[in-house]
């Protein structure tokens, strides 16, 4: 998967080569659709939601431009998988999950393979965590109609934001870098991502059809 379908459409980072490498992504997936665990397309996980294609996962994540010091905010905990990933190359991954089922099996595996720098919440994540702010880096892994603002406010100066943004049906992946004098927003190209319900995202599941 990673020689194939990673590297050869264009991600550099050694760091997150070496991470897509390590983690087991077919454990993310229900035992069904283990066979097709590696191919380049996103997955069902339950509850409408999904495992995003692994290039996907390589780019956003590549984009975040991490440390091994930093701490990551991630919106949307899915099937774990990212947030994986991300504990491979940080310090401290903060992730939260609107559905509870999905967050409580997500946890029990991430802890089952060793993870315990991953700390799960069961919340709205378009509010953010405030309470482990500011971050280096948030990762939103759900496309909103708009930036959550709490989540601007909760990077630290010189803190990194990707993001999914735009309607139903289509989004641009969004970088916003937070700097002294305020944000400078970078297109990163289309994409496809199930809704960011929540406050400041969509607000439910039928808006924006």
């Known amino acids: 998967m990673v020689e194939e379908q990673i590297v050869s459409m264009g991600i550099k980072d050694p760091g997150v080569i070496a991470a897509m490498k390590k983690v087991p992504r077919h454990l993310f997936v229900e035992e069904a659709l283990q066979g097709q665990a590696y191919s380049d397309h996103p997955l069902p996980i339950g509850e ?10 390589a780019l956003m994540t590549e984009a975040l431009q991490l ?23 940080v310090e401290k991954v903060f992730s939260i999950e609107r559905i509870r089922s999905l967050a409580i099996r997500a946890r029990q595996l991430l802890y089952g393979l060793g993870y315990f720098n991953v700390e799960i919440k069961i919340f709205d994540g378009t509010y953010g965590w405030m309470e482990e702010s500011p971050f280096d880096a948030i990762m939103v892994t759900a496309g909103s109609p708009d930036i959550p603002y709490p989540l601007i406010d909760q990077l630290a100066v010189g803190g990194r934001l990707v ?25 990163l190209g289309g994409c496809r991502f199930v809704k960011l319900i929540g406050k400041y995202g969509w607000e439910t599941e039928r808006e924006g059809n």
């Open 48 to 57: 409408k939601q999904t495992i995003s294609q692994p290039y996907m996962v």
């Open 67 to 89: 440390k091994r010091n930093e701490r990551v905010l991630e919106i949307g905990t899915g099937s774990g998988y990212q947030a994986a990933v991300l504990a491979e190359l």
């Open 163 to 187: 993001i999914p943004v735009g309607n139903t049906y289509a989004q641009d992946l969004m970088r916003v870098t937070k700097t002294a004098e305020g944000i400078m927003k970078e297109n």
